[in-house]
């Protein structure tokens, strides 16, 4: 219990941090900020999908765009959950919250930020 209290504070005080910057004109802080020109694919072990997805409050952005993943599986017939970020700094917020919550997804994440793509 006293993890998801972290997780959540950890996502309020994310959450007023973009709210502060993009009141100071830093508009790119934004989860939903359409200059944003990268787009950010990353695949996550399903029981590392659903840890994330248990410890992020409904009502985050963040939790709307985890669940918005959809089930593939890789070349050796693995099941994963393909994650897409419209924003580079989606991918890169929930790469922080995943170092407290799933330290095992962060290097998924992170590849995929580093492979990110423009959008189309």
């Known amino acids: 219990m006293m993890q998801a209290v972290l997780i959540s504070g950890a996502i309020g ?4 941090a973009l709210t502060q910057e993009t009141h100071q004109g830093n508009a790119k802080a934004s989860l939903n900020d359409s200059r944003d020109p990268m787009q ?11 840890l994330l997805l248990r410890n ?11 669940r918005n993943g959809a089930i593939v599986s ?7 959950v393909q994650i897409l970020c419209n924003h580079e700094q989606q991918a890169k917020i929930l790469a922080s ?3 407290r919550i799933c330290s095992r997804a962060v290097s998924s994440i992170e590849e995929g ?3 990110a793509s423009p959008r189309a």
């Open 13 to 16: 005080s994310l959450g007023r």
């Open 40 to 50: 950010v694919s990353f695949k996550l072990l399903v029981r590392d999908y659903y």
């Open 56 to 66: 992020i409050p409904e009502v985050s952005p963040l939790y709307a765009f985890l």
């Open 74 to 80: 890789d070349s050796s017939g693995c099941v994963m």
């Open 97 to 99: 919250l995943a170092q």
């Open 113 to 115: 930020i580093k492979s």
